[in-house]
């Protein structure tokens, strides 16, 4: 993919956590990554809430022109139908063609519930939604595309074994195909954002090295999926992440408190929070 030397703007537009009066967090994820002419929104929250942050940010759905999915969960897709009702024009949206499975999660309980995209795909093309969708790597804007499929290569990594989809009338697990990042190339580095990383991080971070032939990561940012996981599981990240070349950390969402610490104590300086509002600018031109 070329390069392009640009001024790279990502913010936070929903998160878990919120530093500022006047927005709204929730369980769910959205960056807003301006490039250029375009306005990628990647992921879109869990509802309605992020037209507010939008507003209180100095955005408009208006402003949107393109949407990437990382994966069919709700807390990633909830706001995409307001999105798109209040953009009032088509709106390309990238993604893997397997976020539209019917998604559930056993909890704890031993309760099934339902963790899939709220409407179907027909819904939200009657909102605008003009679909791309690819199990490879997608160009969404000059310098700027996914990750593809992201292979198992990591031993220690696996999606977790709570999520399952309902295909030809059967349950069964859900390895989370669907999920993938966004790579945005610059002069000075990658620039990765995930999702959830279901995959594995380890294993997105690979990928993005495979698919862009490049090794440094400018930044990594985005929900890390180490919530519940065990210490063995967090460490061995944390190895393979002192192994790759990378100068900022940024985990969010689905991170989980635990995990941030770690990586805080591990990184110190180079490791910050994600939160609503969150503003990161990379210029190389």
Known sequence: MPVIKNKIKLTIIMDNYVQSAGLTAEHGWSVLIESGEDRILFDAGAGKSIINNLKQLGYTASTINKVFISHGHYDHTGGLYHILRYSGRQIELFSHPGIFHKKYKWTRRMKMIHVGMPFGMDDYSGQGAVFRTAKTPLKISPGV?????????????????????????????????????????????????????????????????????????????????????????????????????????????????????????????????????????????
């Open 145 to 285: 595309y996914s990750t593809g499929e992201i292979p198992m290569a990591s031993p220690f990594e696996s999606p977790d074994k709570s999520f399952v989809k309902k295909s030809g009338g059967f349950y069964r697990f859900d390895d989370l195909r669907d999920d993938t990042g966004v790579i945005i190339e610059t002069q000075k580095g990658l620039i990765l954002i995930t999702g959830c990383a279901h995959r594995g991080l380890i294993n997105t971070i690979k990928q993005a090295q495979k698919v862009s032939g490049k090794k440094h990561f400018l930044a990594v940012i985005g929900g890390f999926h180490l919530a519940n996981k065990n210490k063995t599981y967090i460490d061995k990240t944390i190895k393979e992440l002192k192994n790759t070349s990378l100068d900022m950390i940024i985990p969010a969402h689905c991170t989980g408190a635990e995990g941030f610490c770690s990586l805080k104590q591990e990184f110190g300086g180079s490791c910050g929070s994600g939160y609503a509002g969150r503003q990161i600018i990379f210029d190389d031109r």
